[in-house]
């Protein structure tokens, strides 16, 4: 075998070595990221066809509704941050909250509450806002009811508690309040009649501004109640309202 023969199947050997240790096997998860900076965690996802947005929270926030509860099925499995599921573990899943969020979930059929690590998404059920781990559904007494109604209180994030006397940047998770704008007049009338028009599309509501052009006034309307830019950019991008762009409040 000549010496040329010989390299180049040497560095054939070592090309095919370098291949197979960079590809991904069958099992390896490959997430999509976009070109923001947002972390994948409050990125929108979509589950049965409907769209959810993680939102800008801060200590104080209140939510009411249904908790239910989930168990050994689970047990062991990966949860939405890449963790694995523990059913007596201090965690539970929320569809918006930010991950690593702290709640105190109180249950209001017996006045018993807990605080909890928000680890997971879900539940997907209609009026169902948080899924307890097993451990924390049976403190709260929901085991054998299965649902209970709770009222849901943010008392912290990044795994930590929070004071409500900490300095306000401390106790909102993501900042700025996001708007899209759909039109832009000279006169104010013109202003309040698109105001009129889109007031309440999507569920957002719309607001007149006034600004100062070469000079002159301009009213810009905007559709106010986003809670992240995705959430805004998304709107802005599917709406069939022309010109519409998403601005920071």
């Excluded at 959810?52 to 509704?65: A, E, H, L, M, N």
């Excluded at 539970?92 to 105190?104: D, S």
């Excluded at 649902?147 to 900490?166: D, N, R, W, Y």
């Amino acid at each position: 075998m000549s010496f040329l023969r010989k390299k180049l199947i040497v560095i054939s050997c070592i090309l095919f070595f370098i291949y197979g240790c960079s590809t991904s096997t069958p099992h390896t998860k490959v997430y999509k990221t976009s070109s923001s900076k947002t972390p994948a965690t409050m990125r929108p996802y979509t589950i049965n066809g409907k769209t959810y947005y993680p939102t800008t929270v801060k200590v104080g926030d209140i939510q009411r509704g249904l908790a239910s509860w989930y168990g050994p099925n689970f047990h062991g499995k990966s949860t939405s941050n890449g963790e694995k599921y523990n059913m007596y573990a201090q965690t539970a899943a929320h569809k918006t909250y930010p991950m690593n969020t702290m709640v105190k979930v109180t249950n209001l059929n017996n006045s018993k509450s807990a605080i909890v690590r928000i680890n997971d998404r879900g539940p997907f059920v209609k009026g169902r806002i948080i899924d307890l781990s097993k451990k924390v559904a049976n403190d709260l007494g929901v085991i054998a009811t299965g649902t209970a109604p709770v009222i849901l209180e943010v008392v912290g994030f990044h795994g930590h508690q929070i004071s409500k006397t900490a300095p306000s940047s401390e106790r909102v998770y993501t900042g700025g309040v996001f708007m899209v704008q759909v039109g832009a007049f000279r006169r104010l009338e013109g202003a309040n009649i698109y105001k009129n028009k889109y007031d309440g599309t999507g569920g957002y509501s719309a607001v007149v501004r006034e600004f100062e052009l070469d000079r002159y006034p301009i009213y810009r309307v905007f559709l106010t109640g986003f809670r992240s830019e995705e959430e805004a950019r998304d709107f802005a991008y599917n709406t069939h309202i022309s010109g519409a762009f998403i601005t920071r409040q």
